[in-house]
């Protein structure tokens, strides 16, 4: 197989791969590895009593929320006739199908069958590890043996008091790792010139581990003036000549997470930005972005954070809404042109994208056609299998 400069080689990779045509060279074509802790949803979107449909890579997922117990995840899909769950009824710690009633616990145990004895309840639906944290309710979508095992993601400076935090993120129509580029390279300030005026970015190191990479970079003002979003992020004003590359800003990829935090003259990062990408549909061409982006209060003045707050918020979602169109434009084009012909030649850039190759998955089409081929776990296997014979002859 032929390959451009930039194309990730599965083989010098690491990439996890199946043999055969399948092999994919195209990172836009990898899946993100469903074995770790992913929100999928913000708390406040998931209402007591009233079940919420979520996506994972395409697989169908209820959260609910009890009235007096905590929050679980089933598998949106009766195990009856498949319709989504997220329809249904809150029912104690249960969730009851909104057709025939078939009700399911926190594990996804079928508990009733209204028109059925006790005695031969079917197979239930499977259940996902569940918890909510920071405002965010992370669901595991992988393997459910790992769920314990696999750390939970450290929330950036959530829940720290030194700190105000902002909850953003939406839809993006484009594979994931477009947005891992796009916040590891700083060398993009060009897009953002309506908003910071000509900053030139340093990059000034990183480092790698198997599962991470982190890239540090300060900045130069070269044109234009600190606009005020800036000013209130970093606390300080900065102009040009002595002010530039004083300021130090680390991005770390933590798979699958992502980590950005700026030093000024502190210990304590001023920023301290804490990014996910989740992707939603089954090829992953598109995902939900969760970020919660920590700023550090001053330290007499608290106040004056929140007194600039509707600047930084109005500063920052100006910089994500130019983000969001131009990975969406880099979605498109890859859809047009086929394939990932990308001519990467920053080596940080270089050295993320062979991270994201090497943790990642294959992408697969198909659920059915990956039963076939034994790429899903059993759980998924038996909620759909030999579930319904006997009920179908009973309630026949
Ligand atoms: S489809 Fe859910 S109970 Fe029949
Ligand atoms: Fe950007």
């Keep these: ?176 790792t477009f947005m891992h580029e796009n916040l590891t390279d700083m060398n993009h300030q060009f897009l953002h010139r309506k908003q910071m005026g000509q900053v030139r970015p340093r990059f000034r190191g990183m480092r790698t581990g198997h599962d991470w990479m982190e890239v540090d970079y300060t900045f130069g003002r070269t044109g234009g003036k600190q606009p005020l979003g800036e000013a209130a992020i970093l606390g300080k004003r900065r102009g040009q000549g002595r002010e530039n590359h004083k300021d130090l800003m680390t991005i770390r990829t933590e798979y699958p997470y992502q980590n950005l935090r700026i030093w000024t003259d502190g210990e304590l990062p001023v920023m301290n930005l804490w990014i996910v990408y989740v992707p939603l549909d089954r090829e992953q061409r598109s995902n939900r972005t969760f970020g919660l982006l920590s700023i550090q209060r001053p330290e007499k003045l608290g106040f004056l954070l929140d007194a600039a707050w509707p600047v ?31 001519q990467e030649v920053f080596p940080a850039i270089r050295e993320l994208r062979a991270l994201l190759g090497r943790r990642g998955l294959p992408i697969v089409a198909r659920p059915d056609a990956a039963r076939e081929r034994g790429l899903l776990a059993d759980a998924r296997g038996c909620t759909l299998a030999g579930t319904c014979q006997s009920v179908t002859q009973d309630a026949a």
């Design 1 to 176: 197989m032929d390959t451009l400069p930039g194309d990730i080689v599965p083989e010098s990779a690491g990439l996890c791969v199946e043999p055969g045509p399948q092999i994919a060279s195209d990172l836009r074509r990898v899946g993100s590895n469903p074995n770790h802790w992913y929100p999928l949803a913000w708390s406040r979107e998931l209402k007591t009593g009233k079940p919420l449909g979520v996506r994972f890579a395409g697989d169908p997922i209820v959260l609910v929320r009890p009235q007096h117990e905590a929050v679980f995840a089933l598998e949106d899909r009766c195990a009856h006739r498949q319709v989504p769950l997220h329809d249904g009824v809150v029912d104690g710690c249960a969730l009851r199908c909104g057709y025939h009633g078939w009700t399911y616990d926190q594990s996804g145990k079928c508990i009733d069958v209204p028109y059925l004895g006790k005695d031969k309840l079917p197979n239930g639906v499977r259940a996902y590890a569940c918890r909510e944290a920071a405002g965010l309710v992370f669901v595991f979508p992988g393997d459910p043996a790992l769920a314990d095992t696999v750390p939970f993601p450290q929330l950036g400076a959530t829940g720290d008091p030194r700190y105000r935090t902002r909850r953003f993120g939406q839809e993006v129509a484009c594979h994931y």
């Design 312 to 342: 930084l918020v109005w500063f920052t979602e100006r910089i994500f809404t130019e983000d969001r169109a131009i990975v969406e434009q880099e979605q498109r084009a890859h859809d047009d042109q086929g394939a990932d012909w990308n």
